[in-house]
């Protein structure tokens, strides 16, 4: 599809941005883009587990099964020097490459070291690059371990909690849960000498489940870093809701955060989302999508080339991704002038009345941009968790402020 | 400098009024070093200094190296 066919189908499916977001008025009242620090290398379609969540498989959009399984390597080449260029156009200091999936180790260990090589020669000395894979950890052995140190890469697990409650979302094919493979990938990762690489655990809140069953299940792998993700949904697809509990994905998040804050000694983990509130209600910026009002500095490379919005998207509906752009005819900056990407680097400006009206508005930020989603409209919608992210955020608010209060005291 | 200096973003009718830690001395936050409340605040201090900015990242968990 050409730029002007996706356009197109993007402001059917969502004016906003794509049909109302007035770009020209940004622009002339002085609003410039964020350069992209983060390109996300989608190296392999296929994955080994068959998660009933996944966003990229189970949900709207289908577009994987016309790609590539393997990205090319002529694709990874041009995505480096695109990135390598921005990098010079923008005097980057610093930019992360993430492998990523579908499940990246099936790409293969000589290629992935492969690519890696190429990220620390291709860009520019002036510029530190920072790779990282995300990876459902079930082919995590001690070669590909051995690979990472070698190459400077740091690896992500996606975990969710205790064995019955991960085996009953994340299973192979044939139905069989994957905690006993990645437990064991974990036990590598968590030992002293390859603690270098040990990035953190991905987890995704489970109403229903006892969170600090799970935290405790999480703290025993000993990652450096934790981050708890809401399910992909929206407002024509809500997220399901335990007994009807309006917010029962705070509750599952603050008896978490109450156990991690008060813990003594003070556990050494970072919880990402958790340290982007705390960071928030002090002034701050966010560092992650789920909160705040930091512009999206990140850009997917899909496996045959198209530049793809973050792929949390496919869960709205199909082609939410697409650019209509690609590695081979247009550079990143191309990508900054995309109405999709326009709003997600807009901050305050992306949000809808109703938001504005909100007081937590500059904390909660909407939340995802995915989960504002409602067809016939777009974007410009509180998130379908907002009930959930306010009182979060409230209690989390509440306790700095007593804290705090103290300390100055 | 011995506080941590925040700008007030709490001028704003509409919002919830952020914490101020302006007046709270570096001492005291690096007494409680093993804190969670303390790292966060050192993650404030930390992101005024930083020369790009802070994006919103992909939501791939990797601890900050």
Redesign the interface.
């Given at each position: 599809m050409t730029s002007d066919t996706v356009r197109a189908a993007q402001r059917a499916a969502a004016p906003w941005p794509y049909a109302t977001l007035d770009v020209a008025a940004l622009r002339a009242a002085g609003w410039q883009p964020?350069a992209l620090?983060?390109v996300?290398l989608k190296v392999h379609q296929r994955c080994n587990l068959a998660c009933d969540y996944c966003y990229v498989y189970e949900l709207a959009d289908q577009s994987w099964k016309t790609r590539p399984a393997a990205m090319p390597d002529q694709v990874w080449r041009l995505a480096l020097d695109r990135l390598a260029e921005h990098a010079r156009r923008h005097e980057?200091?610093?930019v992360?490459v993430?492998l990523?999936g579908g499940e990246p180790l099936l790409f293969g260990r000589e290629r992935l070291a492969e690519l890696a090589a190429a990220v620390h020669t291709t860009l520019p000395d002036t510029c530190r690059a920072?790779i990282?894979?995300?990876t459902n950890g079930v082919r995590l052995d001690l070669p590909t371990i051995d690979m990472l140190h070698r190459h400077r890469i740091?690896?992500?697990v996606s975990v969710d909690g205790v064995q019955a409650d991960h085996d009953r979302h994340r299973r192979t094919r044939s139905g069989r849960g994957s905690f006993a493979a990645v437990a064991a990938a974990l036990e590598l990762l968590g030992r002293p000498e390859n603690r270098r690489v040990y990035?953190?655990?991905?987890c995704t809140v489970a109403p229903g489940t006892d969170p600090i069953a799970c935290y405790e299940q999480l703290l025993k792998f000993e990652p450096?870093?934790?981050?708890f993700?809401l399910p992909h949904a929206n407002w024509d697809q809500p997220p399901a809701r335990p007994g009807g509990n309006e917010t029962a994905y705070a509750d599952w998040l603050i008896a978490v955060f109450d156990h991690?804050?008060t813990?003594d000694?003070?556990?050494d983990v970072?919880i990402?989302l958790f340290?982007d509130v705390?960071?928030l209600?002090?002034?701050?910026?966010?560092?992650?999508?789920?909160v705040?009002l930091?512009?999206?500095?990140?850009l997917v490379v899909e496996s045959d080339g198209s530049y793809e919005q973050?792929d949390?998207l496919k869960s709205a509906y199909e082609g939410a991704c697409a650019t209509g752009l690609d590695v081979w005819h247009d550079d990143f900056d191309a990508v900054l002038a995309d109405p999709g990407m326009i709003a997600?680097q807009i901050g305050v400006r992306a949000l809808s009345p109703t938001c504005?009206?909100?007081?937590?508005?500059?904390?909660c930020g909407a939340g995802h941009y995915a989960h504002r989603y409602r067809r016939g409209e777009g974007f410009h919608n509180p998130s379908v968790y907002c009930a959930d992210l306010a009182k979060l955020?409230n209690h989390v608010?509440t306790r700095?402020?007593a804290?705090?209060r103290r300390?100055?005291s | 400098m011995d506080t941590a200096s925040l700008p007030d973003q709490g001028a704003d009718p509409l919002s919830i009024p952020l914490i101020d830690v302006s007046e709270l001395p570096l001492a005291a936050i690096n007494a409680a070093a093993s804190d969670v409340l303390a790292r966060s605040l050192r993650q404030v201090i930390a992101s005024i200094d930083d020369p790009n900015g802070v994006i919103s990242a992909f939501q791939s968990v990797v601890a900050d190296g």
């Amino acid at each position: 599809m050409t730029s002007d066919t996706v356009r197109a189908a993007q402001r059917a499916a969502a004016p906003w941005p794509y049909a109302t977001l007035d770009v020209a008025a940004l622009r002339a009242a002085g609003w410039q883009p964020t350069a992209l620090r983060e390109v996300v290398l989608k190296v392999h379609q296929r994955c080994n587990l068959a998660c009933d969540y996944c966003y990229v498989y189970e949900l709207a959009d289908q577009s994987w099964k016309t790609r590539p399984a393997a990205m090319p390597d002529q694709v990874w080449r041009l995505a480096l020097d695109r990135l390598a260029e921005h990098a010079r156009r923008h005097e980057l200091r610093s930019v992360r490459v993430v492998l990523h999936g579908g499940e990246p180790l099936l790409f293969g260990r000589e290629r992935l070291a492969e690519l890696a090589a190429a990220v620390h020669t291709t860009l520019p000395d002036t510029c530190r690059a920072d790779i990282v894979m995300q990876t459902n950890g079930v082919r995590l052995d001690l070669p590909t371990i051995d690979m990472l140190h070698r190459h400077r890469i740091r690896v992500g697990v996606s975990v969710d909690g205790v064995q019955a409650d991960h085996d009953r979302h994340r299973r192979t094919r044939s139905g069989r849960g994957s905690f006993a493979a990645v437990a064991a990938a974990l036990e590598l990762l968590g030992r002293p000498e390859n603690r270098r690489v040990y990035g953190g655990i991905l987890c995704t809140v489970a109403p229903g489940t006892d969170p600090i069953a799970c935290y405790e299940q999480l703290l025993k792998f000993e990652p450096p870093a934790i981050d708890f993700l809401l399910p992909h949904a929206n407002w024509d697809q809500p997220p399901a809701r335990p007994g009807g509990n309006e917010t029962a994905y705070a509750d599952w998040l603050i008896a978490v955060f109450d156990h991690w804050y008060t813990a003594d000694p003070a556990p050494d983990v970072q919880i990402r989302l958790f340290e982007d509130v705390m960071r928030l209600v002090f002034g701050a910026g966010s560092s992650s999508e789920q909160v705040g009002l930091s512009p999206s500095g990140m850009l997917v490379v899909e496996s045959d080339g198209s530049y793809e919005q973050v792929d949390a998207l496919k869960s709205a509906y199909e082609g939410a991704c697409a650019t209509g752009l690609d590695v081979w005819h247009d550079d990143f900056d191309a990508v900054l002038a995309d109405p999709g990407m326009i709003a997600r680097q807009i901050g305050v400006r992306a949000l809808s009345p109703t938001c504005l009206r909100c007081p937590l508005h500059q904390v909660c930020g909407a939340g995802h941009y995915a989960h504002r989603y409602r067809r016939g409209e777009g974007f410009h919608n509180p998130s379908v968790y907002c009930a959930d992210l306010a009182k979060l955020i409230n209690h989390v608010h509440t306790r700095l402020a007593a804290d705090v209060r103290r300390l100055v005291s | 400098m011995d506080t941590a200096s925040l700008p007030d973003q709490g001028a704003d009718p509409l919002s919830i009024p952020l914490i101020d830690v302006s007046e709270l001395p570096l001492a005291a936050i690096n007494a409680a070093a093993s804190d969670v409340l303390a790292r966060s605040l050192r993650q404030v201090i930390a992101s005024i200094d930083d020369p790009n900015g802070v994006i919103s990242a992909f939501q791939s968990v990797v601890a900050d190296g």
